[in-house]
């Protein structure tokens, strides 16, 4: 988090804080009797901030500066990190995308009239930012435009994890921008696909629905929307690893999804239908043809050509 100063003007520092004078002081000699940027040590505070305080410099020597002529050392340090926010607004990292697809409730086939349009992706930025000493997000995210898109790196990381999110974003059938380095991720997307998909799957919806269990004691409902699409998800980790594909499209099970979410189906039926999933999901661990860990190396090998393509381009 970024400290504004300024914010801390109408506190009174105490004795020991050490400081870093914004002002130079000339000396009655004609020379200088604390030079700006000199480090010192308060030594004695006033009551309010119309007085000043009394600080001590390195050789001994006191001064006396008002609150707007010091600054904490410990933010004086930290000043020239703000310059991250001024370097990268200059850059419109949207313009950096390099996927944009459309997942959720419209991807899914699971939408009414009334269902946002939820916006995911990458983006990659250039290699001078990429580099830079102040860092990128690893994610742009505008909740306005329900837009979320990760940097390329983050987002390969969590696809090696079988995150549910970023895999469908490699299988989506809506697609709306794809670059030639995004056309070639997408024909390397199974090097994603392993055995941790039962993991991951399986063990998200364990813990989600012991959170509705315990809802459903104190609270005496569930969020029946969230209930769907935990359901979506085991029958989609069973076509994942019986088939080697993630599916988005929900087909035939659209009915009896929203008949949980529009809640015609009772907490006992629906929980039933999960615990079955779960042993279907079981099964199909115990049989899938896909490899115990995800192609590692063949990510990797896109991730470093497409930093090097950026390094290709850059100013």
């Not at 939408?111 to 983006?123: K, N, V």
């Not at 990760?150 to 490699?170: D, G, R, S, T």
């Not at 088939?243 to 529009?262: F, K, M, Q, T």
């Amino acid at each position: 988090m970024t400290v504004d100063a300024r914010s801390t003007y109408n506190l009174i520092l105490p004795v020991g804080t050490q400081v870093v004078s914004r002002i130079e002081i000339p000396a009655a000699n004609g020379g200088t009797s604390c030079p700006r940027g000199a480090v010192g040590v308060i030594v004695e505070s006033p009551t309010d901030n119309s007085h000043t305080y009394q600080i001590q410099l390195p050789d001994g020597r006191l001064v006396r500066l008002r609150r707007h002529e010091f600054s904490i050392r410990k933010h004086h340090q930290q000043a020239d990190w703000q310059a991250a926010d001024s370097l990268l607004a200059d850059h419109n990292l949207y313009e950096a995308v390099i996927y944009r697809c459309v997942v959720g409730s419209r991807a899914y086939g699971l939408d009414t009239p009334d269902s946002d349009t939820d916006i995911r992706g990458i983006y990659l930025p250039s290699a001078k930012l990429h580099w830079s000493l102040y860092g990128l997000p690893e994610q742009l995210e505008n909740a306005a435009t329900q837009e979320c898109y990760w940097e390329l790196q983050k987002f390969l990381v969590l696809a090696l994890k079988a995150n549910p999110n970023v895999l469908e974003c490699l299988y989506t059938p809506l697609v709306q921008v794809a670059t030639p380095l995004a056309e070639e991720l997408l024909q390397i997307r199974t090097a994603f696909l392993s055995q941790l998909v039962y993991q991951t799957y399986n063990g998200y919806v364990l813990s989600q629905f012991k959170k509705m269990e315990q809802d459903l004691r104190t609270k005496g409902t569930i969020r029946w929307k969230h209930a769907m699409h935990l359901i979506r998800l085991l029958l989609s980790g069973i076509t994942v690893l019986e088939e080697g594909a993630v599916p988005v499209r929900i087909g035939e099970w659209r009915s009896p999804l929203l008949a949980i979410r529009n809640q015609e189906l009772s907490w006992e039926e629906m929980n039933a239908w999960r615990l079955d999933l779960h042993h279907r999901l079981d099964q199909a661990f115990a049989n899938t043809h896909l490899p115990e860990r995800p192609d590692y190396e063949t990510v990797n090998a896109f991730l470093i050509r497409a930093r090097r393509h950026q390094a290709a381009v850059s100013d």
